[in-house]
């Protein structure tokens, strides 16, 4: 089985022996410490150390665990690195800023072991589904830049990561492109046409239940001829990703942007991410069921001129 480093950064003793305590006997996780931001950075600049996922300790003397994130993502050997920021400061500001650093997980302390796993392994399986995507997106042919319409249809979760790595070989940023497609993809099928909710979600994550059950709704009758179709329209300007589903819908104005409330669930970042990091905007017709997501060409992700 192979091995997944983590670190583990908080300046109180006490809390990293907890921390090692509840991870004794889980597989297949091997831990190093440190008690201070600047100690934590000299490891991660080793580059044998092969880290997979950080449990930062906001609040310490130093380099805190914002700077050290800060850090971090102008490094790009680090930058993908998920990191768990593990803090008593849950004010929205607070979390805010940690969000627009790039913690996309949270932990408020005290939090119990069952709460720790959950989101240790929501964000492992997160980065793990990212990097393969990267993957799949290089095995396309660049000749698709030349495609300037298109019409998909997909059923399941692994059809959608396909398509979506596909696709992005047709956008200026490709890298950036892919997570924010499958991303939207993917919500389709599970959230629209299989009809999975958000609490749902949460508690299969919680309870490592949710592939399983995506499994088990694809194959019930109802949903055997249920498709998600996405259109793909390139202009002088922008290319234009329509993804329709065949659901009843859903709040989507509350998850274009990152609720520091939902911060600590295993789940429901990723439209606000996909909106920061792949598209120029994103908008939703009808009761929800379908995404419109621009991405300007000759631009960056955020809408700034890229030279």
Known sequence: ?????????????????????????EEPFVLQTADSGEAAWQLLQNAENDFKLILLDRMMPGLDGIGLLRRM????????????????????????????????????????????????????????????LSRQLHQHINSLQFLDKAEFSIRTVDEAAQLASFIAQACPNPDAAVMGISELLINGVEHGNLGLAYAEKSRLKQED???????????????????????????????????????????????????????????????ALARMLSFSSIAYEGCGNIAVATICCGQGNNGEHQT
Do not use: C
């Not at 997944?4 to 950064?9: C, E, H, I, S």
């Not at 849950?90 to 709460?115: F, V």
């Not at 998600?228 to 329709?244: D, F, K």
């Open 73 to 132: 993502k102008g490094d790009q050997r680090l930058s993908s690195i998920p990191v768990i920021m593990q803090t008593a400061a849950n004010s929205p500001e607070q979390i805010r800023e940690g969000l627009e650093a790039g913690a996309y997980y949270y932990l408020t302390k005290p939090y119990r072991r069952d709460s720790l796993l959950a989101i240790v392994h929501a964000a492992l399986s997160d980065a793990e589904a990212r990097s393969s």
């Open 209 to 271: 239940r949710w592939h399983e059950e995506i499994a088990r709704r694809a194959a019930l009758p109802e949903n055997a001829t249920k498709e998600v179709r996405l259109s793909y329209h390139r202009e002088a300007n922008a290319i234009t990703l329509r993804i329709r589903d065949q659901g009843n819908g859903f709040p989507w104005q509350n998850y274009l942007e990152i609720d520091p409330e939902r911060a600590f669930d295993p789940n429901g970042r990723g439209i």
């Open 1 to 25: 089985m192979t091995k997944t480093l983590v670190l583990l950064v908080d300046d109180e003793e006490l809390n990293l022996e907890i921390l090692v305590e509840y991870f004794d006997g």
